[in-house]
């Protein structure tokens, strides 16, 4: 087995780094704060101090990390992946991020002799512990055929896109229609529940019908039950939105619903909500509806 350099334990990648190592690849993590990597270690990983030295020993580097400037940073900064990474390595990034940022990552990468794969991931937390995540590829086919086996252990489904970027583009969809089926679940039970028609039941025959949707199942349970712990957090929802709006201008594509809900969850953000999950959008019907709620409204 090859072996692996994970970068970036947070939600996500902490799950998706334990299940690489319970699938006996052997391992080594790096993480901002040292926690998560002392965890990962009791388990069987080795730890590397900076990014330099974790690829410096791997033949795959897994970058899983909030946003764009992060990335770049952890690849191209001082002490980075560049520095150190060897030709015929291989570089895949399940980070989101701006496709133009992917694509200058793996040119740069390719200077090295090194493939890179963008590999956004989506499927929540739940997804990332189940390994059951979607993944969507941008890349050469040959470095994609190389990562499956790493694939298959994360995700349930990979779809190759196209090249460098091509999987920042398709996540970048992939988020807008997330974002608007929140925004369509939260407008649907917080009227029901104003209509004075229990919520719940709204929803179990929604479940039956053509409106049946993953969001509406899990979040819609969450927005009944107030759960707004994270398994995807509201601000880096938004910030993928933001990556969506500047593709949308680069390319002259009106985004009139994804500039709505992204104004939505700016004012979920003012009012200090950024760290709750993205599902949390039902809060702000609630309270612009006067309704008192389990969500705290």
Do not use: W
Request: charged share 20%; with cysteine.
């Amino acid at each position: 087995m090859e072996r692996i350099g994970f970068i970036g334990l947070g939600i996500m990648g902490k799950p998706m780094a334990a299940n690489l190592l319970a699938a006996g690849f052997p391992l080594t993590v790096h993480n901002r704060s040292r926690a998560p990597m002392e965890e990962l270690a009791a388990r069987g990983a080795a730890t590397a101090d900076s990014p330099a030295a974790l690829a410096a020993t791997s033949d795959v580097v897994i970058t899983m990390l909030p946003d764009s400037p992060d990335v770049e940073a952890v690849v191209l900064g001082e002490q980075g992946v560049l520095s150190s990474i060897r030709a015929g390595c291989l570089f895949i990034d399940c980070s989101t991020i701006a496709p133009a940022s992917a694509r200058r990552i793996a040119a740069a990468l390719a200077e090295r002799g090194v493939e890179a794969i963008d590999a956004p991931v989506s499927g929540g937390e739940l997804a990332a512990r189940e390994g059951t995540l979607s993944i969507m590829c941008g890349g050469s086919a040959e470095a994609l055929a190389r990562a499956r086996p790493i694939f298959a252990v994360l995700g349930s489904r990979t779809t190759h896109v196209g090249a460098a970027g091509a999987g920042q583009v398709t996540k970048a969809a992939n988020q807008i229609v997330v974002a608007l089926t929140i925004q369509a679940v939260a407008e649907a039970l917080t009227l029901a529940r104003k209509a004075g028609v229990e919520a719940a039941r709204v929803r179990e025959a929604l479940l039956g019908g053509f409106a049946q949707s993953r969001i509406l199942e899990a979040h819609g349970q969450r927005m009944l039950e107030g759960a707004f712990e994270p398994g995807f957090k509201l601000r880096l929802h938004r910030k993928d939105l933001g990556i969506a709006l500047e593709l949308g201008r680069e390319r002259q594509v009106p985004l009139f619903g994804t500039a709505q809900v992204a104004e939505l969850m700016d004012a979920l953000l003012a009012h200090g909500a950024g760290e709750r999950d993205h599902s949390a959008l039902a809060l702000l019907y609630e309270r612009l509806s006067a309704l008192g709620g389990p969500g705290g409204g």
